[in-house]
């Protein structure tokens, strides 16, 4: 084992020797030499990135681990509101690989009204997808009705997200202007690219903290409060009147939701209900005595959040700029590092003078740090993958990335769980799911 190690470690060095500048000072003059280090370093940048499709395939697993394992383990669902568990750390990583991969397709634009139309085309199928899917057009695993009630589907989600952060990272990429001076800064290069990153998320700042939050009601046609009712539901009231509120009732993601969306079509289940004021029974309803809004539903995916998780996906396409700019392992690793760390310091920074950790709300605290994480998790996966060349170990999740939209889709269609089930010995009950709910989940 331990030569297997030091054999790997030798691999590792070799590989970052080889990628450094094949020509020294003297030889420069050499145009026989020059021509050979241009043909070397086309067909390095032509070559596929293994860890973005072992980062892809990693997101997609974490995925499905903290849908079907999270009711079991809350320690890895989502956090109830503020705060960061294992879950709230996926969305940031699809926005990233997204964005790495735009830097990658769009490396050479040879017509830039072409490239928008394909992008804006793209996006838009992603997000009717995503509508399909996170609508509920398809049943459940315990559901066997079909169809979906259209005054009530839910218009925002996973794949509108991505969608939403892959047309703003793309637009950028293609329209905003670059230096072309190999000697300058990396950060002075792109610098528009950051200025759009500035601007949405002073936008998001600005409302934010900028918009008054009035008093709201909303109808609730399940609960079984003795409240006042109209035409068989029960009427809420949430108390507000106030600005720049980041708590579950009164936030202004939740308004601007409520008076663009309509309150119908939001999730009907946010995480905030996991939080001990709303007092979530065992059988997972929220009980009369809890707070008014603890029956209100909320978009976790919603208009303002999606302003960061814009600029998230344009972060992602500068990791993507470090790859095709530097032709070294040595320098892409050292600059991937130095933007990671810079990004985990300044958020931690925010998060301990009041801006708190929120994935419901992306605030500027969670991108930052979450923009890190992705950046030090792609970082190790590189070096392991790229570098040292361990892609078998990382064969499965590499099968994963290359297939990760249609894994999506089997997964959140509930096909998999569906076609699982249809396996069961006598009974229809006596089914794997069945069994594993039964005996370990319950347990």
Not at 123 to 129: D, E, H, R, W
Not at 334 to 350: P, Q, T
Request: with cysteine.
């Amino acid at each position: 084992m331990s030569a297997f190690f030091s054999k790997s470690s030798l691999n590792c060095r070799r590989k970052m020797a080889e990628n450094q500048p094949l020509l020294n000072d003297h030889q420069a003059d050499d145009e026989e030499l020059q021509q050979q280090h241009l043909i070397v370093v086309e067909k390095k940048t032509n070559l596929r990135i293994a860890s973005l499709d072992v980062f892809r395939g990693l997101s997609i697993f974490l995925m499905v681990l903290v849908d079907y394992a999270g009711s079991s383990l809350p320690v890895i669902a989502h956090a109830p509101w503020n705060g960061l568990h294992l879950a709230d750390f996926v969305m940031p990583m699809f926005l990233f690989a997204a964005g790495v991969s735009l830097a990658i397709v769009y490396k050479k634009i040879p017509n830039r009204c072409e490239a928008t139309w394909k992008a804006v085309v793209r996006a838009m199928k992603l997000f009717l997808l995503g509508v399909f899917l996170q609508g509920g057009y398809l049943h459940g695993i315990t559901s066997l009705t079909y169809g979906v009630d259209v005054e009530r589907i839910r218009v925002l989600g996973i794949l509108q997200r991505i969608a939403i952060g892959y047309i703003a990272a793309a637009l950028c990429e293609i329209w905003l202007p670059r230096q072309t001076f190999r000697k300058e800064p990396f950060f002075k290069i792109y610098i528009w690219h950051w200025c759009a990153v500035i601007l949405l998320s002073a936008i998001y700042i600005g409302l934010t903290y900028g918009l008054y939050v009035a008093d709201w009601q909303f109808k609730d046609l399940h609960s079984l409060s003795s409240l006042i009712s109209e035409n068989g539901s029960t009427v809420h009231t949430v108390t507000c009147s106030t600005r720049g509120d980041l708590g579950p009732a009164c936030n202004a993601a939740g308004m601007i939701d409520r008076y663009v969306l309509g309150i119908d079509h939001l999730y009907q289940k946010p995480a905030y209900r996991n939080l001990k004021e709303c007092n979530i029974s065992n059988g997972g309803q929220v009980l009369e005595s809890s707070p008014s809004w603890c029956y209100a539903p909320f978009e976790p995916e919603g208009i303002l959040s999606s302003f960061t998780a814009s600029a998230a996906c344009i972060i992602g396409l500068q990791y993507g700029h470090i790859l095709i700019e530097f032709k070294g392992h040595k320098d892409r690793l050292s600059n991937w590092s130095l933007v990671s760390i810079m990004f985990l310091i300044l958020g931690s920074i925010l998060a301990l003078i009041g801006i708190p950790l929120n994935k419901a709300l992306y605030t500027i605290s969670y991108l930052l740090v979450t923009s890190a994480a992705s950046g030090i998790t792609f970082c190790a996966l590189y070096l392991l993958v790229d570098v040292c060349g361990w892609r078998r170990i990382a064969f499965a999740f590499e099968w994963m990335g290359k297939h990760s939209l249609s894994i999506f889709i089997l997964v959140t269609s509930n096909l998999v769980v569906i076609v699982v089930q249809g396996f069961y010995w006598k009974s229809p009950h006596n089914n794997i799911i069945y069994w594993i709910v039964s005996h370990i989940v319950q347990k």
